[in-house]
């Protein structure tokens, strides 16, 4: 083998424990397809069974334990019959996104065939692009409190924090992101009418940028008008970055917009390697259809493909890519019910495996 890399498996819960395996699946066949040495370690943490068993998410020693792997690839993580959202999420997710410093989260959105658009009259090709949010800081912050309380005169205050470290390296990620693809260009959602101070500094940071980028294309639009652009204009958009909170609202917008939320995937970075990138679909536990088999594992298996890019197997990834695309627009029945099929988790994940194969 001449490459290798060693990943950790967190399959969570709910359907995550269903689709990580079909992901995994995918990733092997790939290994095997292009001669890539593949170590994966499956940890059973960041579960409500593990919750149950020892009262806490993570073991103590998670981040001495985890931080030397070249990525982290995660299931789902929530049980609300058990933990309650916020411990299982803070517990877990948003310690590793906040303790390995994954301050890009990218998300692809992108039509798919075999997958209809809840927009009209849209098909594969007429949706492609990335929306990358700032993960670490912006609106996000702990900073603030309440005086007064339950009086007359009770105050509430939460600051936003930009600093040009945080705001900079989010920018120089989606600039360089836009500089690789064909069409070039770049929007950033601002809403600096509004808000008065520290979107004014985003937009001055987006334009000091832009003159570092003269090979890329830029625009911005306001948030509020950006989200009706995403519904009335999807085409327009190629790389979109946003701040904390409208990159939260728009990542959920822009996969909407290209049908289920079965196929969609995620990517929480750190683009100078000094920690581990963890991918992840972009669904949770589905507890209302978890245990049945009938989880649609593609969000998983295409956040494999994104992790088989960063990882620097560009080649494993397209083709992982491909075969996904090649089973979505194949023969309907053998999909997931929520694509309207009658196919089950395990028979999609083995058609997909099987496409990585022949794509090789
Ligand atoms: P969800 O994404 O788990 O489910 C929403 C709806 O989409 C459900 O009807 C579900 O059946 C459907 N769905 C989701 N993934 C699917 C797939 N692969 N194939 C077919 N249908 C699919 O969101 P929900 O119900 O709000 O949250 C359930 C649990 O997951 C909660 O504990 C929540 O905190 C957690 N969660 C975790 C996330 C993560 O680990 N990153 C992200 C979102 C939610
Ligand atoms: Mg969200």
Not at 71 to 80: I, K, Q, R, S
Request: hydrophobic fraction near 40%; include cysteine.
């Amino acid at each position: 083998m001449s490459r290798s890399h060693r990943i950790a498996v967190i399959p969570g819960d709910g359907i995550g424990t269903e689709v990580v395996p079909e992901g995994v699946r995918a990733l092997r066949a790939a290994a095997d397809a292009f001669g890539i040495g593949l170590d994966m370690v499956e940890y059973d943490f960041a579960s409500a069974a593990y919750w149950q068993r020892h009262g806490t998410m993570l073991p103590e020693g998670w981040f001495d334990e985890l931080k030397d792997y070249d990525a982290l690839f995660l299931g789902a993580v929530g049980w609300p019959d058990v933990v309650p959202d916020h411990v299982s999420l803070w517990g877990s997710l948003l310690q590793f996104r906040r303790r390995f410093d994954q301050y890009a989260n990218v998300r692809p959105v992108r039509l798919m065939p075999g997958v209809t658009s809840p927009l009209a009259g849209r098909g594969p090709g007429d949706i492609d692009f990335y929306v990358v949010r700032e993960n670490t800081e912006g609106e996000y912050s702990s900073i603030g409190g309440r005086i007064f309380e339950g009086t007359e005169r009770e105050t509430v205050v939460q600051e936003t924090v930009m600093t040009r470290t945080g705001v900079d390296r989010i920018l120089r990620y989606a600039f360089e992101l836009a500089r690789g693809r064909e069409r070039r260009k770049l929007t950033s959602a601002t809403k600096s009418n509004g808000i008065s101070q520290t979107m004014p500094y985003w937009d001055e940071r987006v334009a000091a940028m832009a003159a570092d980028h003269p090979d890329v294309a830029v625009d911005q639009y306001h948030i509020d008008i950006l989200t009706a652009h995403f519904v009335l204009h999807p085409e327009r958009f190629d790389v979109v970055v946003a701040s904390n909170l409208f990159g939260d609202i728009l990542s959920d917008l822009g996969p909407a917009c290209a049908g289920t939320i079965g196929i969609a995937p995620s990517a929480n970075i750190n683009p100078e390697r000094r920690y581990p990138s963890l991918f992840e679909p972009v669904h949770g536990s589905a507890p209302d259809i978890a245990g049945k088999g009938i989880a649609n594992p593609v969000g998983q298996i295409w956040s494999a493909s994104m992790m088989l890019d960063h990882l620097g197997e560009p080649e494993a990834a397209a083709a992982v890519l491909r075969a996904v695309e090649e089973v979505l627009a194949g023969d309907r029945a053998a999909l997931t019910p929520d694509l309207g099929g009658s196919g089950t988790t395990a028979s999609l994940g083995a058609a997909v495996a099987a496409a990585v194969k022949g794509a090789a």
